[in-house]
């Protein structure tokens, strides 16, 4: 697990301030208080990081490439938000990033910790299925939140957090996202991301949420075969190039931040138009597992709570506040 460094961050700011140039040791050797050894063990360490530095015996250091890795060296220089991620975890590899983020919150973490991982081996989803999490080509994030939100506002987090995505990709990429309630966000039928929310509580209220998303950013279709539930797919393949995945976290976290804050004040219920106008089931016909009845019916709409309306067959409409969408029609 790594914190972020602070000399690793001032280092890499004075080499990124002279992009294309060597900075000398004995420069950042004064600059920053360390000696010229100091100041090569940082940049060994970088370095092995991936950074590609190259040292010239009399000029110094010059920063050739960055590598696209989610280190806090990378992403909080980039980070525009007021308490999202000013504490940051990031593992080269874990078992799950929830999982972390579950212990670190019982363990004290602060509000709006951030538990980012290169590569998960037991990423999970929802109903104890697996979530592939190959490394350094997709985004598995958990955010902790420590709010008291009243018990039935806790699974709206999966929402908030869906929709912060959707207006990401909207806002940096031009991509029009959906979602499928109530957690996954598709590019046309192929699913890109997943949201699961886990909580602890007392009786009432939330004592924490981590809320985990996994993004599939540059997967190349190889990297996309298996035993999927719903064909995915991922932003690289969307857009016909690789992105950098920092870029898209940085702007994920800083719409999430604004989102939830307006979530807190207000509720679900300011953000039910702009739900249904990006949902992908709305009008259509779908088949609903919930425990292990299946419901089926076309979705007519959701309630100010983030629930679901189903109407069936018979005309009597339902309401779902859980469930699985295993199939979707445009019409029956
Ligand atoms: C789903 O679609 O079923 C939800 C998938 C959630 C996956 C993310 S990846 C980051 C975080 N850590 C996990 O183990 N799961 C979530």
Not at 269 to 279: K, T, Y
Not at 299 to 322: D, H, N
């Amino acid at each position: 697990m790594a914190k972020v460094h602070q000399m690793h961050l001032r280092i890499l700011e004075e080499l990124k301030a002279n992009a294309g140039k060597y900075v000398s040791g004995n420069q950042l050797a004064a600059q920053l208080g360390l000696s010229r050894t100091g100041i090569w063990k940082h940049i060994r360490k970088l370095k092995s990081m991936g950074y590609l530095i190259v040292v010239h015996p009399k000029q110094g250091y010059q920063l050739c490439e960055t590598p696209d890795l989610l280190v806090p060296e990378e992403v909080l220089p980039c980070l525009d938000t007021v308490w999202l991620g000013r504490s940051y975890y990031h593992f080269v590899q874990t078992d799950s990033t929830n999982e972390r983020a579950l212990h670190l919150a019982a363990g004290g973490a602060e509000h709006g910790t951030v538990v980012v991982a290169e590569e998960q081996l037991r990423g999970r989803g929802r109903q104890q299925r697996s979530w592939h999490s190959p490394p350094n080509c997709g985004i598995y994030v958990t955010l902790i939140v420590k709010n008291r939100l009243p018990l039935r506002m806790a699974p709206q987090c999966t929402m908030i957090a869906s929709l912060a995505l959707v207006r990401t990709l909207k806002k940096q990429y031009g991509l029009e996202a959906t979602i499928k309630w109530p957690n996954d966000v598709l590019l046309g039928d192929r699913k890109i991301a997943g949201i699961l929310a886990e909580m602890h509580s007392d009786e009432d209220y939330t004592r924490f949420v981590v809320i985990g998303i996994g993004i599939n950013v540059n997967h190349r279709e190889s990297d996309l075969e298996g035993p999927f539930r719903y064909p995915a797919g991922s932003l690289a393949i969307a857009l016909r190039r690789s992105l950098s995945r920092k870029e898209v976290l940085c702007a994920f976290l800083g719409e999430f931040e604004s989102l939830y804050e307006e979530f807190c004040a207000k509720g679900f219920a300011g953000f039910l138009s702009e739900f249904e106008s990006v949902s992908a089931i709305l009008g259509k016909w779908i088949k609903v597992l919930r425990d292990h009845e299946e419901i089926s019916g076309t979705a007519s709409g959701f309630t100010e709570e983030g629930a679901l309306r189903i109407r069936k067959a018979e005309g009597e409409t339902e309401i779902l506040w859980a469930g699985d969408i295993t199939r979707i029609e445009e019409y029956r």
